[in-house]
């Protein structure tokens, strides 16, 4: 497939995954305001010449002639409330969701890159909570803990080129090595676990040849 032929190839996808999902600029389109409509006074937004805090649907575009799509989402009494979405590529590729809860992002957050994802997480009241997932091109790159907007522990994971996991580490929120790595031979075979506290080694618990034959 040529260049030009998967860069069409790929527009249509996108395009059609965005529609798929219902993008919030496509479901609002016909019961929404232009968010250049839109002024804020006090921390609060309202519409020109108006003196209630703003309450229904928005999309905010690119240029002046509401053709580009960037954002999209809802107010309630003049704060950010409900789902929320940004768009990147002329509102062909999702670049984020969330969602809002009086002002404040509240729930499931995703990112995408390119199209692709690339982040997922939760936000309680603003403040990270929970697990959050980083990926590169369907592959988890990362995993962490947050407490309370504070990170408690954080995984890393490599991969060899032909997709298979080359390790997994795990760190405190020191950016130490705390818990048990794994290492791992592009067969799959398990290479080794080893245990770290607090950035000291403890032990080798296992380690293995390429064959799965133990070592020592």
Known sequence: MNIAL????????????????????IK???????SSSLVERQGLKYQV?????FSGRFVTYEDEYGFCAIEAGSYKRGLLHGPFEGY???????SYKTGYKNGLEHGKYVEFMEGFLS??????????????IGYEYGQITWTENVKNGVT??????????????ASKEIYNNDA???????AY????????????????????????????????
């Not at 609002?28 to 232009?34: F, T």
């Open 49 to 53: 010449n108006t003196n209630t805090p």
């Open 119 to 132: 982040m997922e997480g939760n936000r309680v009241n603003g403040v990270d909570e929970g697990e959050w």
């Open 185 to 216: 031979h592009q067969n799959g075979q398990l290479k080794s676990k080893i245990e770290y506290q607090n950035g000291a080694l403890v032990r080798v618990i296992e380690e293995y040849d390429f064959n799965g034959n133990q070592i020592n």
């Open 6 to 25: 998967r860069n069409i190839f790929l527009i249509a996808f996108f395009t059609l995954n965005i529609e798929a999902n219902e993008a919030l600029y």
């Open 88 to 94: 990147e590529g002329c509102g062909t590729l999702f």
């Open 176 to 182: 130490e090595l705390h818990g048990i790595t794994e």
């Open 152 to 165: 408690v522990s954080l995984a890393e994971f490599s991969y060899y080129d032909n997709g298979q996991i």
């Open 28 to 34: 609002y389109a016909d019961q929404s305001i232009n």
